[in-house]
């Protein structure tokens, strides 16, 4: 065995509050000791933190699976701790029938559909946030903002939402080791997952809506009645936690970059591409998992058959061999090639509709609002998987 072929081994703990607060410079370290990394913490696992490993990794479905599971847990050795979803946790060819069915109800001509129901939300939102002039940014904001549109173009009932949210905080969680922060998700879980499996039944569902859409495929032929309440609980797993974050941590970045946001506001049209920086910059998910189906390779580093091989995303996304100066929030870059919203086969299926949100908010604030300022220290939600923030103080200037 050459040097190449020696793992660097770093003693960081991904998942240990000073890294979830600020990972930076341990993606940093990880990125520089070699494409492909062991942590001490965590003896099983392989890591990568290098856009052309965590890329390549993610797009080689046949060597890097996600059957037994994305998170750190793997589920070849350890129960998961619901079951397991039909798209998320799956290889084809079960993913692909699956994915077939999301990708077309959230297809972008489904998206043509809800654009002026979510643009309209925005814009009396926005407006609501204005009259307050000063706001907490994710609990006036990116937060009530999904909760309402996306369960609303599902067909969930407006009674009991805030249950997504306490489920998001879970799942999400659950992807890493079983710590603190887990056990707190776990402790506020009480009456939710019952919650959750009720309003994926057909009964509870708007006729229409993305989740009767599922049973509409089931009626079809394409899966089968009992399939479709779980891929009903994957939208509500995966379409509200998300989309918070992604709109809070875009406008972290909108409030500290204020030049950033002058030319938001000069050119509303720039709302796409300052959303789509935002989520380079910060990434929602900050890490995902894979497992070697097979004894394969990375970077020419031999990776053992059942080995979990942790992509940091979030250093992924501000790789310098890929991304100049990608520590800088820039609304000018066109960031293509980011991964925050995964790629490859498994790459976010809700994607045209998490940027229709992104687009539709940052529209409406740039029309209205002339400069956000920061009015008070911002506070973290820490979780295992997502950026995410509890507060963020905001003072919005109407033009
Ligand atoms: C699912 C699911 C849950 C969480 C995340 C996700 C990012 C999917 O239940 O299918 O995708």
Redesign the pocket.
């Known amino acids: 065995m050459n040097d190449t072929m020696t793992i660097p081994e770093l003693d960081f703990d991904p998942y240990a509050p000073e890294q979830l607060t600020d990972p930076y410079p341990m993606h940093h370290a990880v990125r520089e000791a070699g494409p492909v990394v062991r942590l001490k913490p965590y003896p099983t696992l392989v890591a990568c933190a290098r856009h052309e490993q965590v890329h390549a990794v993610l797009n080689d479905h046949e060597n890097f699976i996600s059957g037994a599971g994305v998170g750190l847990t793997n589920f070849n050795l350890e129960p998961p701790f619901r079951p397991k979803?039909l798209?998320?946790e799956a290889d084809p060819p079960q993913h692909t029938q699956m994915r077939t069915i999301l990708s077309r109800i959230l297809s972008p001509k489904a998206v043509t559909q809800i654009r002026a129901t979510f643009a309209a939300e925005a814009e009396a939102l926005v407006d609501r946030c204005l009259a307050q002039g000063t706001i907490d940014g994710i609990h006036d904001l990116a937060q009530p903002y999904p909760l309402k549109v996306f369960p609303d173009a599902v067909g969930v009932e407006a009674d009991g939402r805030e249950h997504l949210l306490v489920y998001g905080d879970m799942?999400f969680n659950s992807m890493g080791p079983r710590n603190e922060l887990l056990a707190k998700s776990a402790a506020r879980m009480g009456p939710v997952t019952e919650w959750i499996m009720a309003h994926c039944a057909r009964s509870h569902l708007r006729p229409g809506g993305f989740g009767d859409q599922i049973y509409q495929a089931a009626d079809a032929g394409e899966i089968t009645h009992e399939q479709a309440p779980m891929l009903v609980?994957?939208f509500l797993?995966?379409g509200v936690d998300?989309t918070i974050n992604g709109l809070g941590n875009a406008l972290f970045a909108l409030a500290h970059h204020p030049a950033e946001y002058a030319k938001l506001h000069a050119d509303p049209t720039l709302a796409r591409p300052a959303f789509e920086e935002a989520l380079r910059w910060e990434s929602t998910?900050q890490t995902f998992y894979r497992t070697a189906g097979r004894d394969t390779q990375i970077a020419g580093v031999p990776v053992a058959e059942n080995t979990k091989v942790l992509c940091f995303l979030g250093g992924a996304n501000r790789d310098p061999r890929k991304w100049p100066d990608p520590e800088r929030y820039d609304i000018g870059r066109r960031p293509t090639g980011h991964v925050a919203l995964g790629s490859g086969i498994h790459g976010?299926v809700g994607q045209a509709v998490a940027r229709l949100e992104g687009e539709v908010v940052l529209t409406a604030l740039a029309r209205r609002v002339k400069a956000i300022e920061v009015a008070g220290p911002h506070t973290r939600r820490l979780n295992n998987t997502l950026r995410a923030l509890d507060t963020l103080p905001l003072r919005l200037i109407p033009a």
């Open positions: 979803s798209i998320l799942v609980r994957s797993s995966a998300t998910a976010c």
